[in-house]
């Protein structure tokens, strides 16, 4: 199976702050990667697919590059409502895999 | 629109079954294959495997290979998840999540998530 290692687990931020999540992956898995926001009780919300194809009605604050084995989600300037944990998953091949996530708090 | 609406909270003894269904509305529902996803308490996203819709074809986790079945009733538009001699670490939150597309590997539809809790 591919492994996809998050970093960093936990990340304290300030609203408006300029935030980055890095996702790498055991092998290349082109650009088949996703990113998803998950607040608590929620079911996770797709935010970027394709590695940086943005979701439709996702803010553009938002947004994703990379490809092969590094990946990274940038939140240009941080929103109230963006205070949730984040999540890559890959789907280049099964097993698809997620990352073990990204708290992101407020500092 | 697209909503996937799941079945409810479930309690079960260690060694029993459960299946969860997923019912699908807003599209056509042999066009998109259906995920599961699990999560654990206070844990990650854990990708079970997935079902083509169209023809049924299946791709699970491999660690849950010969206790997990998924299953699709199209006249219904439905998914079905069943998970077999359940244990304590199968308690958790289980989602079904359709593709974004149709040959996408990308979830952009989730279902509510339906609490399955296994204990003694």
């Known amino acids: 199976d591919i492994q996809m290692t998050q970093s960093p687990s936990t990340l304290s931020a300030s609203v408006g702050d300029r935030v980055t999540i890095t996702c790498r992956a055991s092998q290349s898995i082109s650009s088949w990667l996703a990113w998803y926001q998950q607040k608590p009780g929620k079911a996770p919300k797709l935010l970027i697919y394709k590695a940086s194809s943005l979701e439709s009605g996702v803010p553009s604050r938002f947004s994703g590059s990379g490809s092969g084995t590094e990946f990274t989600l940038t939140i240009s300037s941080l929103q109230p409502d963006d205070f949730a944990t984040y999540y890559c998953q890959q789907y280049d091949s099964y097993s698809w895999t997620f990352g073990q996530g990204t708290k992101v708090e407020i500092k | 629109q697209v909503q996937l609406v799941q079945s409810g909270a479930e309690v079960k003894k260690p060694g029993a079954s459960v299946k969860v269904s997923c019912t699908a509305s807003g599209y056509i529902f042999n066009s998109h294959g259906i995920s599961w996803v699990r999560q654990a308490p206070g844990q990650g996203l854990e990708w079970m495997g997935r079902?083509?819709?169209?023809?049924?074809?299946?791709n699970y986790e491999q660690k849950l290979q010969g206790r997990v079945t998924m299953t699709t009733d199209t006249s219904t538009s439905t998914a079905y998840m069943e998970l077999r001699s359940l244990r304590s670490d199968d308690t958790a939150v289980y989602y079904c999540?359709?593709?974004?597309?149709?040959?996408?590997?990308?979830?952009?539809?989730w279902g509510q998530g339906t609490l399955v809790t296994v204990s003694s």
């Open positions: 999540a359709r593709s974004l597309t149709r040959s996408s590997g990308s979830l952009g539809y």
């Open positions: 079902i083509s819709a169209y023809n049924g074809d299946t």
